[in-house]
């Protein structure tokens, strides 16, 4: 357990809005990662970090963007939804020598 | 490209029989694996992980094997308790890496 926190935990959004998820972490982890989860896809890889101002994209970065500018907080934002980003996304943390990820309760995202 | 696959989206098992999910990967360059359990709206909690220098883990009534000339690998939960009744996830890494790919999931539901 990785003191994980998102926010919000759920939201409802119209097409077209921004919207940004934030995740907080309270053990210093120095990686941090946005994964969404959707039917018959599992668990993707959007965006991750590895150090403050520090980012790389994942498998599905496109449409989304990221920001970390304190080792706790790791943001992503949508900077204009479609309904396709209706998922459930999900925060991951990991220290610099571990090799397993801890994740956060999720966030529901709904883009009507 | 899905490099880590769950190819049975669902399984029943009886309680207090074996429960056997399996997991497949294409990229040859992945070392290290980890099992990971997702109640529904919770995150994914880890759960086991093994190193590609051992074909065997085992923690309490959960064992996973790896068989790395087929690229595949499996976990077994005996005896199954319906407390175990989730979705489980595989996930792949390259050791000296940090980004983590995971399988679709296996929904497993234990009988009672």
């Known amino acids: 357990d990785a003191g994980i926190t998102q926010s919000p935990r759920h939201k409802v959004t119209e097409t077209g809005t921004p919207v940004t998820l934030r995740c907080h972490q309270t053990?210093?982890?120095?990686?941090m990662y946005w994964y969404r989860q959707d039917p018959g896809h599992g668990l993707r890889l959007i965006h991750y970090?590895?150090?403050?101002?520090?980012?790389d994209k994942g498998e599905v970065s496109d449409g989304y963007s990221v920001s970390r500018s304190k080792t706790e907080d790791f943001l992503l934002t949508l900077e204009s939804a479609t309904s396709s980003q209706t998922s459930v996304y999900f925060c991951a943390t990991k220290d610099s020598s571990g090799n397993t990820i801890y994740f956060g309760e999720g966030s529901w995202l709904t883009v009507v | 490209d899905q490099q880590v696959k769950q190819n049975s989206p669902s399984l029943s098992v009886q309680e207090g029989r074996i429960s056997i999910l399996n997991c497949d990967y294409t990229?040859?360059?992945?070392?290290?694996f980890l099992w990971y359990k997702k109640y529904p709206a919770e995150g994914p909690t880890f759960l086991i992980s093994i190193s590609s220098i051992k074909d065997k883990n085992e923690d309490g009534r959960f064992t996973v094997f790896l068989n790395k000339s087929a690229k595949h690998l499996s976990l077994h939960i005996v005896p199954s308790q319906p407390g175990d009744s989730a979705v489980y996830f595989c996930a792949a890494k390259v050791n000296t890496g940090n980004q983590f790919y995971f399988g679709t999931g296996t929904s497993l539901t234990v009988i009672p």
């Open positions: 053990e210093n982890h120095r990686y």
């Open positions: 990229n040859s360059m992945f070392d290290y």
């Open positions: 970090s590895y150090g403050v101002k520090d980012t």
